[in-house]
C-alpha cells in the first residue's frame, strides 16, 4: 500500500444516532467528520460510535494439513465514546431595521 493510502473500505462516524458528514481530506488532515448538533443547555453528554472496515488476508486451517487462504476478507471494527460538551441559550433582541434617508426607497 502506498504512503498515506487509506487501507479503509469504508468509515462512518455518528455523533447521537446522527451520521456524521467526512471532511475532504488535506496534507495534514485525514478522517475529520463533522455534524450539525444542536446542544441543549446545560452539560451535554453526546455518544459517538465511529466504524470501519477494511480487507486483509486470511487463512483457514483444517486439521490434517489443509489450508485455504483468502484474501481481502472483510474485518470491521467499531469504537464508542462519550464527548461532554456545555450548551448555552442565548436569546437575542431583533435588530431595529435602519430609517430610511430622506428620498430613499426599496429600489435604491
Given amino acids: 500500500m502506498a504512503p498515506g ?18 471532511l475532504p481530506d488535506t496534507p ?4 475529520i467528520y463533522t455534524a450539525t448538533y444542536t446542544l441543549k443547555p446545560g452539560i451535554n453528554k453526546v ?3 465511529g466504524t470501519g472496515s ?3 488476508g486470511k487463512t483457514t486451517m483444517t486439521c490434517p494439513s489443509t489450508c485455504s487462504s483468502e484474501q ?3 474485518h470491521s471494527q ?3 465514546r462519550t ?3 456545555y450548551g448555552v441559550d442565548i436569546a437575542l433582541e431583533p435588530i431595529p431595521p435602519l430609517p430610511r ?3 430613499e426607497t426599496d429600489e435604491t
Avoid: H, Q
Avoid at 493510502?5 to 467526512?22: H, I, K, W, Y
Avoid at 495534514?28 to 478522517?31: S, T
Fill in 5 to 22: 493510502a487509506n487501507p479503509l473500505n469504508s468509515a462512518t462516524v455518528s455523533f447521537d444516532g446522527m451520521a456524521g458528514e467526512r
Fill in 28 to 31: 495534514d488532515r485525514k478522517g
Fill in 47 to 49: 455518544p459517538l460510535i
Fill in 54 to 56: 477494511m480487507g486483509m
Fill in 72 to 74: 481481502n476478507a472483510l
Fill in 78 to 80: 467499531s469504537s464508542s
Fill in 83 to 85: 464527548v461532554t460538551m
Fill in 101 to 103: 434617508r430622506t428620498g
